[in-house]
């Protein structure tokens, strides 16, 4: 044994977590997240409270609906962010503004929907190709699944960057209108923000409905031995396929608000990394828990819109540095917290 | 033990390969309504292949398994609605649910709630100690405790037939005698057809009407508990003098 790895199993015998019973350190951490979120927006003003909400709310709602897959099911999926991405585009193809001027470099066909009329195609996509993709992953489990999910995540990235006549590829797509009821648009952020967290309470409540149902047992019981439910007369398959296609409609969801808060996209939004940090913020919040995915949303959104003001740091180094600083804490975390902040299942 | 003359499983010369190896090898048996019977013999005999062959668990290659009549050719999710319960080997219990929820995953497709309370009281009246724990989470409880939880999620299919994988294995003696004694009463007062896999030789044959010996993937022999006891086949088994070596059960690659 090493050295280090001796080190490493003192600290964690030793760890200042040990001994505190997990309803105290879910407390701790989320008053303590809580408090973060808090003092930053009375400090960062009004503005910025909004803008960080959204983003959280987005953030939110992939964590969540990833959380159904990783938490509840035990499926390591390191490609959620495919099918944040193809309600994103589905939502920037059919609604974008097809008199915009962009069109004069790689233009493509937008038929000029309302955001109404595109979000429920976008979702259905998402869905349908994740229930193409998932007869395919029925087959895998465990590292063999976090594998193909990973290469899920490639294509998708793959297809948004090269399938130009449909994305524009690199120079990607600019007028992505907000939603509008009738002939009220919510282009104001606090209109926004109020419908992105109506999205997000819509989310959670299906997610609550879906993991207290005898469905949601199930699904711990596929997490905990999947031939085990099986001899009791589960179709594991389908099981799994279904929590599976309403994760990623879910995701679709958030991508096709994201598409329209932004009203610009383009790949460099669903890269791997994205993927991976969202992974990341799922397990840094708690598995199998929806709080715990809320919890992990904001604390990474704090995380990452906090850095911008650490005076220390030069602008250019901000982005590199959140990696680094997210790596170093879920590392923190795996050696001292393997179940995450509050969370009800350890990978 | 209420054993009739009709017998309503059959295997009729089943094989089951798992890549080059024969697990199975023209296995035959039968099994009569009300019967309990077991199934034994050494590591490798392929005693647990055959109640996977049964639940549609193992690659049968060869043969029929016949069920009440009727050849069973279904997935293991219309097996189970046969009314044909497997208890796998090693508990298998879901630890982050509680004592309640997994008894519930015996029967959780059943629509009618009255009839799954019912199930629920009749299991707890046969293991009152899953009464009193019913809120506690699975992980809490002993080795002893999970196995008798195992096998009251199995009843709660209501099973016409219950087929248990070494129910036994890795328990304490005096709760392996407690074990025994249930899946008698399961037998006796359930009239439930009961095929057990087991290795504890002594204490199953005082709980079965009759048991097969396997070894190397086919019967060897097949009789009372009283038969068995006055020959030599379990020694013969157990010391590898029963049948001569098949290449250690490998086949030719085709």
Redesign the interface.
């Known amino acids: 044994m090493s050295l280090i790895t001796q080190a490493m199993r003192g600290l964690r015998a030793s760890g200042p977590l040990r001994g505190i019973p997990r309803a105290n350190v879910e407390r701790i951490a989320t008053i303590l997240v809580l408090v973060w979120a808090v003092g930053f927006m009375l400090w960062q003003g009004a503005g910025f409270t909004i803008t960080l909400t959204t983003v959280f709310a987005i953030w939110a709602i992939l964590a969540v609906s990833l959380n159904l897959v990783v938490g509840f099911t035990g499926l390591l999926s390191v490609g959620h962010i495919g099918f944040f991405g193809i309600g994103a585009y589905t939502m920037a193809i059919l609604a974008s503004d097809a008199s915009y001027d962009q069109l004069r470099t790689e233009s493509i066909p937008t038929p000029d929907w309302p955001f109404f009329a595109a979000l429920p195609i976008g979702i259905a996509i998402a869905g349908l190709v994740a229930l193409g993709v998932g007869v395919v992953f029925n087959r895998f489990r465990d590292d063999i699944f976090v594998l193909v999910s990973f290469g899920f995540a490639i294509i998708s990235f793959s297809f948004f960057l090269n399938l130009r006549e449909l994305t524009r590829g690199a120079f990607g797509i600019h007028e992505i209108p907000r939603p509008a009821f009738g002939g009220w648009v919510l282009d104001g952020e606090v209109e926004f923000l109020a419908f992105a967290l109506v999205c997000l309470a819509l989310v959670v409540l299906i997610c609550w409905l879906i993991v207290t149902s005898?469905f949601g047992?199930?699904l711990?019981?596929i997490?905990?031995?999947e031939?085990?439910?099986?001899?009791?007369?589960?179709?594991v398959t389908h099981f799994k396929l279904a929590v599976w296609v309403l994760s990623a409609m879910m995701a679709g969801l958030a991508g096709a608000l994201f598409a329209s808060w932004t009203s610009f996209i383009d790949p460099n939004s669903f890269i791997l990394l994205e993927s991976m940090l969202l992974t990341a913020i799922v397990i840094l919040g708690g598995l199998?828990t929806i709080w715990g995915s809320l919890l992990g949303a904001l604390a990474f959104v704090l995380l990452e819109e906090g850095m911008r003001f650490l005076p220390f740091l030069p602008p250019e180094f901000v982005g590199q540095a959140r990696q680094v600083v997210l790596g170093v804490l879920l590392v923190v975390l795996m050696l001292f917290r393997p179940q995450g902040l509050v969370g009800?299942?350890q990978l | 033990m209420d054993a009739s003359n009709e017998v309503s499983l059959e295997l009729r010369d089943i094989a089951v390969h798992y890549g080059a190896v024969r697990a199975l090898d023209g296995v035959s048996l039968g099994v009569r309504e009300g019967e309990a019977v077991a199934v034994m013999g050494p590591n490798g005999a392929g005693k647990s292949t055959v109640l996977k062959a049964i639940m549609g668990l193992a690659p049968v290659v060869a043969g029929e398994v016949h069920w009440r009549g009727g050849r069973l050719e279904a997935e293991t999710h219309e097996i189970v609605r046969e009314g044909i319960c497997f208890v796998p080997q090693g508990r298998r219990v879901f630890t982050h649910l509680s004592i309640e929820e997994n008894l519930e995953m015996g029967c959780l497709y059943l629509a009618d709630d009255e009839e799954k309370r019912r199930r629920l009281e009749s299991v707890i009246e046969l293991f009152p100690i899953l009464h009193e724990k019913r809120g506690d989470m699975a992980s809490q409880m002993s080795g002893g405790q999970q196995q008798m939880l195992a096998i009251g999620r199995g009843l709660m299919g209501a099973p016409d037939l219950l087929l248990l994988d070494e129910p036994t294995l890795g328990l304490a003696p005096i709760v392996v005698g407690e074990v025994f004694e249930k899946v008698r009463e399961i037998s006796d007062r359930l009239d439930t057809t009961v095929m057990i896999v087991e290795h504890n030789i002594k204490g199953v044959l005082e709980i079965v009407d009759r048991a097969y010996v396997l070894d190397k993937g086919r019967v060897v022999h097949e009789g009372t508990p009283e038969s068995i006891r006055e020959t030599n086949v379990l020694t013969d088994v157990f010391l590898g003098r029963a049948q001569p070596d098949r290449d250690d059960g490998e086949i030719d690659e085709p």
């Open positions: 005898s047992r199930v711990t019981a997490r905990e031995d031939e085990a439910i099986a001899v009791f007369g589960y179709r199998a009800r299942y």
